[in-house]
């Protein structure tokens, strides 16, 4: 803890000291402003020494098939743990687990209430329109829980858009098909978009088996077909008052298999059901000093799990699940000086859950939090706040805060920001309830969490772009919770671990942007060690050792170049050994993975076409997310898009 | 008269002229050696040298017939050493181990001959024991670890022998046929394994849904596997096929667990219903009984025993007791049950020493006498803080009490997940720490209050010794 403030301390001084050498910046202009200004929500989400990074709108246009699990997996520092493609994939971000990822559409929590962690699966790209990664936990927006980050998805409305028909069609290997439209119509003071979508496939890869027999054989990949469907309407009116008011609705429904790892023979079939709504009203008001939100949400998920076998020899066995949430917000936002802003939010949720595996046939939780923060623009280039929250969690109490400075140390070129913040993360309903096993002593996970980031930008020439951008982090979580078995033939979860989390993220990126000719390299890497930093007991040999599937070293490299309407991308992405055990004795291969991608866009009065050819994993790599489950090797798929 | 001479003369002129290749008896000495007895440790090679002192002829030796698998003789003529002085050159070829053995090699120099004795003492070497570690629920992480009597311990030979990992979840090893069988719960299939050299030799993989247990021979060729599922599934452990699977459901043992055969019947420990039984010629769900006079609610993760006298015992609890319960297999019948009441804190009983409990996972084992019983229960070591450690106690088969005082102490064993008693009465506890997905323990609790530790895979839950395989 000492060293903690020791290090937080010296990044303070060291960007305060470097920024007062250098008495002629000026202005400001970091990522965490950025990300605000494209927010449709103008309050201040997140501390201004928080590291912040988007995906760019380039990628997730060349992405629209895909999962935000693949998104994520290619683009971001954030390690998905996959069980292949169209499966469980779910999320370590710096070095923390599933359920330390906090994921909110259009600011609010969709994370799962029942098990904490979500699927990135079940996420198509195509229903985004922005994708940012709030590094650490200093998002408190979203409630506690972001104990690693929070990724946040938004849908935004260009209101310089004219009206539109966008539409594409995919073939891809394996049977993999995928049809996907969007409407929008604009008049005066509204906008509507409509937007559908459809994938299946049957998923059935070829690959060796090396584990299950005597003899190595090639088998294709059982019971791992899927399919996903989904609808979203938006709706944004912009009222005579200047206020405007937005909703959305999005409705997914989704079949699934579940494979087995491979060294099981398949004598059975498990197959998931999961239908989701999504839903929000907002208003917002902005006045000449303030600004006010008011958001109403409402979020059911149901997941319906059956399992049978070729005979009848045994029964079936089947599991229905419906959680519900409704979630209200209130922002409010103000000028109190002129280089002092003001806000405050309040919000309550209240979940209920039915389940068929709870002690409880009906399970509620009521959580209502305070937020206050205050941001101040000390000078022209240098910033802070200060966030607090208070969050009332079914009787439980935690407040926390988070802080944070950022300053512009030579204007135009180098900033640099540092924050600290204290989270919390709740025992999720299933860790709770579920039966047998759920524990209602467990206490929440919580812990501090400390980075600093330098971010340098070059302009060379006209028509060349540097930037790059390295994070130091640092973070403690403590009262870490296990599903571990017990003597009692079941699992059970517990607060187990003290866990050490810290690294180093960096990101580079170099464009060329000429008439007709632009290109644009960018790099992602990120060192990530997280380990188990306290003995439970003498011969504890995980006492720091790296934690199961998060990976040390992973990073990623995207190389796109456009000229004249064609496009050609290569990707390249680096995920490095993880241990698939908490003592190191056991772990999965590191992998790399290889994409191109041609595109060529024609357009002709206003008419655009554009047909695409990507190959994934062109080296036909043989590579496993998750130790035994084996991905997808190469993949064809030919797109075609219509835009009128 | 001068003709004899000249004849002397000229013997004694060859003789002086060949007085290195006359070789008379007694000359052919080995060096290096003493009472010709070449006395080697098992490794996977030994060279050894034996130097031929006085030699001239031509040498030959040859290694007995039994023994030419493992040990291999090579001579070099003085011609070629430096020293000029012949050497036998002995290669002793071995596995991780072998029993303590003898090659005669018989050196002949056509005149002399000398036998001598090659001991090759490798039972340090031997694999003393297989410690089967379970792993983790759908991660492929089960283990074998083999243990030598010198100690030596490869922790996942099967990986490091076969390139391939073991299996999900490994619940049994047993000896059949010269081979190992491991049965893989969560993977569906019984891999076979040479124990010499722990090779893959091949699998019986099912197609049905199952989660195999515990696997008995019925006869010279078939096997009956045990099945969290309801059935009992019969395998050719020959053709390594499954014959047929069959279905307990509506019979008086739904669920069996721990098997044991004796002569044409089968006894499976049954959760909740006690001991079932069936004839090896008549398997079916309506032919199964239960043994009568069964007391207490079975503890299915303890082995049956048969013992020295032939009847077979199961551990089981009661409200405030453990009990065992003796069943004479002919008439399948409890003849004999042992209470072990607990003590209970408040009471007069409740002292430094007394029997508090038993795990629901516990163990029970015997020795190579068949004569004790050997269980884990827990004692008490602090009435105050009510804290108690566990304890290997005993029964004496003939006896109609337990030992009280305890057989062995088990300080510092965090969560006891398996126990086995060596064929010479050492207890060996399998020790799965606070059951976070690492390594655990194998160890043995010595007479002397040694503690001996070993780490082995993650969850270790059984312990066979290879003197069993037989």
């Given at each position: 803890?000492?060293?903690?403030?020791?290090?937080f301390?010296?990044?303070?001084f060291?960007?305060r000291?470097?920024?007062?050498?250098?008495?002629?910046?000026r202005?400001y202009?970091l990522?965490?402003?950025v990300v605000?200004?494209?927010?449709?929500?103008?309050?201040?989400e997140v501390t201004v020494?928080?590291?912040v990074?988007?995906?760019?709108?380039a990628?997730?246009?060349g992405?629209q098939?895909?999962?935000?699990?693949?998104?994520?997996?290619?683009n971001?520092?954030v390690?998905?743990k996959?069980?292949?493609?169209g499966?469980l994939?779910?999320?370590?971000?710096?070095?923390?687990?599933?359920?330390?990822?906090?994921?909110?559409?259009?600011?609010?929590n969709?994370?799962?209430?029942m098990?904490?962690?979500?699927?990135?699966?079940?996420?198509?790209?195509?229903?985004?329109?922005?994708?940012s990664?709030y590094?650490?936990?200093?998002?408190?927006?979203?409630?506690?829980g972001?104990?690693g980050?929070?990724?946040?998805?938004?849908n935004?409305?260009d209101?310089r858009d004219?009206?539109r028909?966008?539409?594409?069609l995919?073939?891809?290997s394996?049977?993999?098909?995928?049809?996907?439209?969007?409407?929008?119509?604009?008049g005066?003071?509204a906008v509507?978009?409509t937007r559908l979508?459809y994938?299946?496939?049957?998923?059935d890869?070829?690959?060796?088996?090396?584990?299950l027999?005597?003899?190595d054989?090639y088998?294709r990949?059982?019971?791992?077909n899927?399919?996903?469907?989904?609808?979203m309407q938006?709706?944004?009116?912009?009222?005579?008052?200047?206020a405007s008011?937005?909703a959305v609705l999005?409705?997914?429904?989704g079949?699934r298999r579940?494979?087995?790892?491979i060294i099981?023979?398949?004598t059975?079939?498990?197959?998931?059901?999961?239908?989701?709504?999504?839903?929000f009203?907002e208003?917002?008001?902005?006045?000449?000093?303030?600004e006010?939100?008011l958001?109403?949400?409402?979020?059911a998920?149901?997941l319906?799990?059956d399992?049978?076998?070729?005979?009848d020899?045994?029964?079936?066995?089947n599991?229905?699940?419906l959680?519900?949430?409704?979630?209200m917000?209130?922002?409010y936002c103000?000028?109190i000086?002129?280089?002092?802003?003001?806000?405050g939010s309040?919000?309550?949720?209240?979940?209920?859950?039915?389940?068929g595996?709870?002690?409880?046939?009906?399970?509620n939780?009521n959580?209502?939090s305070l937020?206050?923060?205050c941001?101040?623009?000390v000078?022209?280039?240098?910033?802070?706040?200060?966030?607090?929250?208070?969050?009332?969690?079914?009787g439980?109490?935690?407040?926390?805060?988070s802080a944070g400075i950022?300053?512009?140390?030579?204007?135009?070129y180098?900033d640099?920001k540092?924050?600290?913040?204290?989270?919390y993360?709740f025992p999720?309903?299933?860790?709770?309830?579920w039966q047998?096993?759920g524990?209602k002593?467990?206490v929440p996970?919580?812990?501090?969490?400390?980075d600093?980031?330098?971010l340098?930008?070059q302009r060379?020439?006209?028509k060349?772009f540097?930037?790059?951008?390295?994070?130091?982090y640092?973070?403690?979580i403590?009262?870490?919770?296990m599903?571990?078995?017990?003597?009692?033939?079941y699992?059970e979860?517990?607060?187990?671990?003290n866990v050490?989390?810290?690294?180093v993220?960096?990101?580079?990126?170099?464009?060329?942007?000429?008439?007709?000719f632009s290109?644009?390299?960018?790099?992602?890497?990120?060192y990530?060690p997280s380990v188990?930093?306290?003995r439970n007991?003498?011969e504890d040999?995980?006492?720091?050792k790296?934690?199961?599937?998060?990976p040390?070293?992973k990073?990623n490299?995207?190389l796109s170049?456009?000229?004249?309407g064609?496009?050609?991308?290569y990707?390249?992405?680096?995920?490095?050994k993880?241990y698939?055990?908490?003592d190191?004795?056991y772990?999965?291969?590191?992998?790399?993975?290889h994409?191109?991608e041609l595109?060529?866009?024609l357009?002709k009065?206003?008419?655009?076409?554009?047909?695409k050819l990507?190959?994934?994993?062109i080296f036909?790599?043989?590579?496993?997310?998750?130790?035994y489950?084996?991905?997808?090797l190469r993949?064809i798929?030919?797109?075609?898009?219509?835009?009128? | 008269m001068?003709?004899?001479l000249?004849?002397?003369?000229?013997?004694l002129?060859?003789a002086?002229c060949?007085?290195d290749?006359v070789v008379?008896?007694?000359?052919?000495?080995?060096?290096?050696?003493?009472?010709?007895?070449?006395?080697l440790?098992?490794?996977?090679?030994k060279?050894?040298?034996?130097?031929?002192?006085?030699v001239t002829?031509?040498l030959?030796a040859?290694v007995?017939?039994?023994?030419?698998?493992?040990?291999?003789?090579?001579?070099?003529e003085?011609?070629?050493s430096?020293d000029?002085k012949?050497?036998?050159v002995?290669?002793?070829?071995?596995y991780q181990?072998?029993e303590?053995?003898?090659?005669?090699?018989?050196?002949?120099?056509?005149?002399?001959?000398?036998?001598?004795?090659v001991?090759q003492s490798?039972?340090g070497e031997?694999?003393?024991?297989v410690?089967?570690?379970?792993?983790q629920?759908?991660?492929g992480?089960?283990t074998?670890?083999?243990?030598?009597?010198?100690?030596n311990?490869?922790?996942d030979v099967?990986?490091d022998?076969?390139?391939?990992p073991l299996?999900?979840?490994?619940?049994?090893?047993?000896?059949l046929?010269?081979?190992y069988f491991?049965?893989?719960?969560n993977?569906?299939q019984?891999?076979?394994?040479?124990?010499?050299?722990?090779r893959?030799?091949?699998?019986?993989d099912?197609?049905?849904?199952a989660?195999?247990?515990f696997?008995?021979?019925?006869s010279s060729t078939?096997a009956?596997?045990?099945?969290?599922?309801s059935?009992l599934?019969?395998?050719n452990?020959?053709?390594?096929?499954?014959?047929?699977?069959?279905s307990?459901t509506g019979?008086?043992?739904?669920?069996?667990?721990?098997l044991?055969?004796?002569?044409?019947?089968?006894?499976?420990?049954?959760s909740?219903?006690?001991v079932?039984v069936?004839?090896?010629?008549?398997?079916?769900?309506?032919?199964?009984r239960?043994?009568?006079?069964?007391?207490g609610r079975?503890?299915t993760t303890a082995?049956l025993?048969?013992?020295k006298?032939g009847?077979?015992?199961a551990?089981?609890?009661?409200s405030?007791?453990?009990?065992?319960?003796?069943i004479d297999?002919?008439?399948?019948k409890?003849?004999k049950?042992?209470?072990?009441?607990?003590?209970?804190?408040?009471?007069?009983g409740y002292?430094e020493g007394?029997?508090?409990?038993?795990?629901g996972?516990?163990?029970?084992?015997?020795d190579?006498?068949k004569g004790k019983?050997?269980f884990?229960m827990t004692?008490?070591?602090?009435?105050t803080r009510?804290?108690s450690?566990g304890?290997?106690y005993?029964?004496?088969v003939?006896?109609?009490?337990?030992?009280?005082s305890?057989?062995?102490?088990?300080?510092g064993?965090?969560m006891m997940?398996?126990?086995?008693?060596?064929?010479?009465g050492?207890?060996?506890l399998?020790?799965?720490?606070?059951y976070?997905a690492?390594?655990?323990?194998?160890?043995?609790y010595r007479?002397?209050?040694n503690?001996?530790?070993?780490?082995v895979g993650?969850?270790?839950r059984m312990v066979h010794f290879?003197e069993?395989?037989?």
């Amino acid at each position: 803890m000492q060293k903690a403030v020791a290090f937080f301390l010296l990044l303070i001084f060291f960007n305060r000291s470097f920024a007062q050498n250098e008495g002629t910046v000026r202005g400001y202009s970091l990522d965490s402003v950025v990300v605000k200004e494209k927010m449709r929500n103008k309050i201040d989400e997140v501390t201004v020494g928080t590291r912040v990074s988007l995906i760019s709108s380039a990628v997730l246009q060349g992405t629209q098939t895909k999962s935000l699990a693949e998104l994520l997996s290619d683009n971001s520092m954030v390690y998905i743990k996959s069980l292949g493609q169209g499966a469980l994939a779910t999320s370590s971000f710096r070095g923390t687990s599933s359920g330390h990822t906090q994921v909110n559409w259009n600011g609010i929590n969709i994370n799962p209430v029942m098990s904490g962690s979500f699927d990135f699966s079940q996420i198509p790209v195509f229903f985004t329109d922005q994708v940012s990664l709030y590094h650490g936990s200093g998002y408190l927006k979203g409630g506690t829980g972001a104990l690693g980050g929070s990724i946040n998805i938004g849908n935004k409305m260009d209101w310089r858009d004219t009206s539109r028909i966008d539409a594409f069609l995919e073939c891809a290997s394996y049977d993999t098909y995928t049809a996907a439209a969007s409407v929008s119509v604009r008049g005066r003071n509204a906008v509507c978009k409509t937007r559908l979508y459809y994938q299946e496939s049957d998923n059935d890869y070829r690959y060796l088996n090396k584990v299950l027999k005597l003899e190595d054989f090639y088998e294709r990949r059982k019971e791992a077909n899927y399919s996903i469907a989904g609808f979203m309407q938006e709706g944004y009116l912009k009222l005579p008052s200047g206020a405007s008011l937005s909703a959305v609705l999005w409705c997914q429904g989704g079949t699934r298999r579940l494979p087995q790892p491979i060294i099981v023979n398949v004598t059975q079939h498990e197959k998931q059901n999961e239908y989701s709504v999504k839903s929000f009203i907002e208003y917002q008001e902005e006045k000449k000093r303030s600004e006010i939100s008011l958001k109403a949400a409402y979020l059911a998920n149901s997941l319906d799990y059956d399992k049978w076998f070729d005979s009848d020899y045994f029964p079936a066995e089947n599991s229905r699940n419906l959680a519900q949430s409704i979630h209200m917000t209130a922002d409010y936002c103000t000028d109190i000086f002129k280089n002092v802003k003001l806000s405050g939010s309040a919000r309550y949720t209240h979940d209920w859950v039915k389940a068929g595996n709870y002690s409880e046939n009906s399970v509620n939780r009521n959580v209502i939090s305070l937020q206050t923060v205050c941001l101040w623009n000390v000078v022209n280039w240098l910033n802070a706040d200060l966030h607090s929250m208070v969050e009332f969690n079914d009787g439980k109490v935690a407040p926390t805060f988070s802080a944070g400075i950022n300053s512009s140390l030579i204007a135009g070129y180098l900033d640099a920001k540092t924050a600290i913040s204290y989270n919390y993360r709740f025992p999720t309903l299933n860790d709770l309830y579920w039966q047998p096993g759920g524990n209602k002593n467990l206490v929440p996970e919580h812990g501090f969490s400390y980075d600093a980031t330098l971010l340098y930008k070059q302009r060379i020439g006209n028509k060349t772009f540097f930037k790059t951008e390295f994070t130091a982090y640092m973070m403690n979580i403590d009262d870490w919770i296990m599903w571990l078995p017990t003597m009692n033939w079941y699992w059970e979860p517990r607060n187990v671990q003290n866990v050490l989390s810290y690294g180093v993220e960096s990101f580079t990126e170099c464009s060329v942007v000429c008439d007709k000719f632009s290109a644009k390299l960018a790099f992602n890497y990120t060192y990530s060690p997280s380990v188990n930093r306290e003995r439970n007991f003498e011969e504890d040999d995980t006492y720091y050792k790296q934690l199961p599937y998060v990976p040390i070293n992973k990073s990623n490299l995207r190389l796109s170049i456009n000229r004249g309407g064609i496009s050609l991308t290569y990707h390249a992405c680096y995920t490095g050994k993880r241990y698939t055990s908490a003592d190191e004795s056991y772990s999965t291969k590191a992998y790399t993975t290889h994409d191109v991608e041609l595109k060529c866009e024609l357009v002709k009065k206003g008419f655009k076409i554009a047909p695409k050819l990507r190959i994934d994993n062109i080296f036909n790599a043989y590579y496993e997310s998750t130790q035994y489950y084996p991905m997808p090797l190469r993949v064809i798929s030919v797109n075609i898009m219509i835009r009128i | 008269m001068k003709k004899n001479l000249f004849f002397v003369l000229l013997l004694l002129f060859i003789a002086a002229c060949s007085k290195d290749d006359v070789v008379t008896p007694g000359q052919l000495k080995l060096d290096g050696v003493s009472g010709n007895e070449l006395k080697l440790t098992s490794d996977e090679t030994k060279d050894s040298t034996v130097i031929l002192e006085g030699v001239t002829a031509k040498l030959s030796a040859e290694v007995d017939y039994g023994s030419k698998e493992w040990c291999e003789v090579e001579v070099i003529e003085k011609s070629q050493s430096k020293d000029k002085k012949n050497r036998l050159v002995i290669n002793v070829k071995a596995y991780q181990g072998n029993e303590d053995r003898t090659a005669y090699v018989t050196i002949n120099s056509g005149v002399d001959k000398v036998i001598l004795s090659v001991i090759q003492s490798g039972r340090g070497e031997k694999v003393r024991m297989v410690v089967v570690s379970e792993g983790q629920f759908t991660k492929g992480t089960a283990t074998l670890t083999s243990v030598t009597y010198n100690g030596n311990a490869v922790w996942d030979v099967f990986q490091d022998v076969n390139k391939k990992p073991l299996g999900d979840v490994a619940q049994s090893l047993t000896y059949l046929d010269g081979k190992y069988f491991v049965v893989l719960n969560n993977s569906k299939q019984i891999k076979v394994i040479e124990p010499q050299t722990f090779r893959l030799l091949g699998t019986v993989d099912y197609e049905q849904a199952a989660s195999p247990r515990f696997m008995v021979p019925i006869s010279s060729t078939e096997a009956i596997v045990s099945d969290l599922m309801s059935q009992l599934t019969r395998i050719n452990y020959k053709t390594y096929k499954v014959i047929e699977h069959i279905s307990l459901t509506g019979s008086s043992a739904p669920s069996l667990e721990k098997l044991i055969r004796v002569g044409n019947k089968v006894f499976g420990a049954c959760s909740s219903k006690g001991v079932a039984v069936f004839d090896t010629d008549n398997i079916n769900p309506g032919s199964i009984r239960l043994v009568s006079g069964f007391s207490g609610r079975i503890i299915t993760t303890a082995k049956l025993i048969v013992d020295k006298n032939g009847k077979i015992w199961a551990f089981a609890t009661a409200s405030g007791m453990s009990v065992l319960n003796c069943i004479d297999p002919a008439t399948e019948k409890v003849v004999k049950t042992i209470e072990i009441p607990y003590a209970v804190s408040g009471t007069d009983g409740y002292v430094e020493g007394a029997i508090t409990g038993t795990s629901g996972y516990t163990r029970m084992d015997t020795d190579r006498t068949k004569g004790k019983l050997y269980f884990y229960m827990t004692m008490l070591v602090n009435p105050t803080r009510k804290t108690s450690i566990g304890a290997i106690y005993t029964l004496d088969v003939d006896a109609d009490a337990i030992s009280l005082s305890p057989y062995r102490e088990l300080p510092g064993l965090g969560m006891m997940y398996g126990m086995n008693i060596s064929p010479d009465g050492d207890v060996f506890l399998c020790d799965c720490l606070d059951y976070t997905a690492q390594r655990g323990f194998l160890r043995e609790y010595r007479a002397d209050g040694n503690v001996v530790s070993q780490r082995v895979g993650i969850y270790p839950r059984m312990v066979h010794f290879t003197e069993y395989d037989k």
